[in-house]
């Protein structure tokens, strides 16, 4: 992504909670790429742009993406169920569930756009149904992000101590190194 004057800066391996906030930043980002193009493109192929802008996000998911639900299903989600009251282990479940939804419409989604990309078009059946896993990928992550950004992170910042969080940050650095 492109750095912006002003910005936040990223948060670094010393506040993981931050780290995942700022993967959402950009899962957001990826995403309204993958729908707008989807929308705006519909019926004809893509321009050296979207092309471009696709490959970017669909890259992201697989890299980023892949790795972001990895910091939570193996570095946060099981110390939250080690520390956690019944609602929140709810809500851990639940964005596990989520994760699993979401990775059938990424590959989905990918396929989709790999088959635009290389053949030039999409059949209108296959258009509407990128059209709809962009969106339900869309409307499933604002949602996930909700629940994680004002219930699951400010629970972990108050049930986890100053050393778990700091092995949670190396657990982040590790993968990727």
């Given at each position: ?11 670094g391996f010393d506040d993981p909670i931050g780290m995942l906030k700022d993967c959402h930043r950009r899962i957001e ?149």
């Amino acid at each position: 992504m492109a750095v912006q004057i002003g910005a936040k800066p990223d948060s670094g391996f010393d506040d993981p909670i931050g780290m995942l906030k700022d993967c959402h930043r950009r899962i957001e980002h990826f995403l309204d790429i993958l729908c707008l193009v989807t929308e705006r493109a519909h019926a004809r192929s893509l321009t050296g742009e979207e092309r471009s802008a696709v490959k970017a996000s669909l890259q992201y998911f697989h890299v980023g993406g892949e790795r972001h639900t990895a910091d939570e299903e193996e570095s946060l989600f099981p110390r939250l169920r080690g520390e956690s009251a019944a609602g929140s282990l709810e809500d851990v479940n639940r964005l596990e569930s989520d994760h699993h939804r979401a990775a059938g419409l990424h590959e989905s989604v990918d396929w989709l756009y790999t088959t635009w990309m290389s053949v030039g078009t999409l059949e209108p059946d296959e258009q509407r149904r990128l059209l709809s896993q962009t969106r339900q990928l869309k409307q499933l992550y604002a949602e996930h992000i909700q629940v994680e950004e004002r219930i699951v992170f400010p629970h972990a910042l108050q049930m986890l101590d100053s050393r778990i969080i700091a092995a949670m940050g190396q657990e982040f650095r590790d993968r990727r190194g």
